[in-house]
Nanobody
Framework: QAQLQESGGGLAQAGGSLRLSCTSS????????VGWFRQVPGKEREFVGS????????SYGDSVKGRFTVSRDKDKNTAYLQMNSLTPEDTAVYSC??????????????????????WGQGTRVTVSS
């Protein structure tokens, strides 16, 4: 089991960028498909993006397509969420999640939060107008 830790949240202005990181101290993290989700109070958790174990496929929620990019660096046991062209509607607590998958699993198969076994504690992102 790999414990996940997010970092990089904070305050940004509309139109700006932030990069979130999801790090694990254990190399088993590299066997995981990694997903990013966000949640605001009173709303359901929303899928943001995912990256496959192989790192070759990604998938994105409709609200972030073309603005956000998920990537991973296996040498660093880290996944990233690059967020560009931020809007106040992106304000939320962002969490990364992991699930151990086969090497050929595709990111598009892992868009539901119920599929993930391991979660970080989340990092808050606030976008001001």
């Amino acid at each position: 089991q790999a414990q996940l830790q997010e970092s990089g949240g904070g305050l940004a202005q509309a139109g700006g960028s932030l990069r979130l990181s999801c790090t694990s101290s254990r190399r088993i993290f590299n066997d995981y498909t990694v997903g990013w989700f966000r949640q605001v109070p009173g709303k359901e958790r929303e899928f943001v993006g995912s990256i496959s174990r192989s790192g070759t496929t990604t998938s994105y929620g409709d609200s972030v397509k073309g603005r956000f990019t998920v990537s991973r660096d296996k040498d660093k046991n880290t996944a990233y969420l690059q967020m560009n062209s931020l809007t106040p509607e992106d304000t939320a607590v962002y969490s990364c999640a992991g699930v151990r998958t086969i090497l050929t699993a595709t990111a598009s198969a892992y868009t539901r939060d119920s599929l993930y076994h391991y979660w970080g504690q989340g990092t808050r992102v606030t976008v001001s107008s």
